[in-house]
């Protein structure tokens, strides 16, 4: 399992991200460009300590990161399937779109794995780090079967 992280472009939704996939054993793939500095303090506070632990990989660009053998779930609002109700496998890589506008259509359409948390109407959107952290922990739950980790009996 692994998280990619498309554009982001609130260094603290990444460092939050970045410090979940520490604490969980979860890759964190970013897609660039992101909408800030590597460097920035907002980015290292939010992931504080964590970046030692973490398994990150920048990847420059959409074009790049579609060419990988890999299984991508799209987190997006206009998904029709909710988390609940789609098989997650072990190997899949969740990606979250940018905070500002999501993922472009052209990306949309090229991954046909896509989930929605179901929210209340009149509702934009949840934060991405939030979002990750819910989808996630169900991706999680559904594999742990597949792995053997110490992890899995804490979720289960």
Sequence with gaps: MRLALYQPE?????GTLIRL?????????????????WSDKHLKRAGLDY?????????????IYQQRPQRIVLIDTKAEVTLW????????????????????????????????????????????AIAGAMVLTEALRQT???HSTHLCSAIT
């Excluded at 969980?24 to 800030?36: A, M, N």
């Excluded at 970046?51 to 074009?63: S, T, Y």
């Design 21 to 37: 996939g520490a604490c969980l054993g979860v890759p964190i793939d970013v897609i660039e460009p992101t909408g800030f500095l």
């Design 144 to 146: 742990c079967h597949a």
């Design 51 to 63: 970046f030692e632990m973490a398994n990150v990989e920048r990847i420059q660009g959409w074009l």
């Design 10 to 14: 609130i260094p603290q939704n990444v």
């Design 85 to 128: 109700d789609f098989k997650f496998m072990p190997n899949d890589t969740l990606m979250l779109g940018c905070e500002s506008s999501g993922v472009p259509d052209s990306v949309f359409e090229a991954i046909p794995n896509r989930v929605k948390i179901p929210m209340l109407a009149n509702r934009r959107s949840l934060n991405m």
